[in-house]
Nanobody
Framework: QVQLIESGGGLVQTGGSLTLSCVAS????????VGWFRQAPGKERDFVGS????????NYGDFVKGRFTISRDNAKNTVYLQMNRLKPEDTAVYYC??????????????????WGQGTQVTVSS
């Protein structure tokens, strides 16, 4: 089992920045990729981006457009989501998730085996 705990959410004004953290514990040696997703009220959970744990290779959702950056600190078993130039439409609960190495697509929520509890990000206009 892998446990994931997100933190760093909060209230920020339009144009501001936030950095979310996702700390992994447990059987982390089996983790291949960590993804970030977000879910606004009444909407589906969308792919934000992901990082391969060993190589730091990243992928991002189309809406990110260079505003967000995912990084990781192996020594701390932590993945970060740095969000800049935030917009009201970025308001959502943000989740991190982990998947094992397999053929499942990295942008599909169904591909991830472990999920954190989520952290709320609210961007005021």
């Amino acid at each position: 089992q892998v446990q994931l705990i997100e933190s760093g959410g909060g209230l920020v004004q339009t144009g501001g920045s936030l950095t979310l953290s996702c700390v992994a514990s447990g059987r982390t040696f089996g983790v291949y990729r960590v993804g970030w997703f977000r879910q606004a009220p009444g909407k589906e959970r969308d792919f934000v981006g992901s990082i391969i744990w060993s190589s730091s290779s990243t992928n991002y959702g189309d809406f990110v457009k260079g505003r967000f950056t995912i990084s990781r600190d192996n020594a701390k078993n932590t993945v970060y989501l740095q969000m800049n130039r935030l917009k009201p439409e970025d308001t959502a609960v943000y989740y991190c998730a982990a998947k094992t190495p397999d053929r499942r697509t990295y942008y599909d929520t169904r591909s991830y085996d472990y999920w954190g509890q989520g952290t709320q990000v609210t961007v005021s206009s």
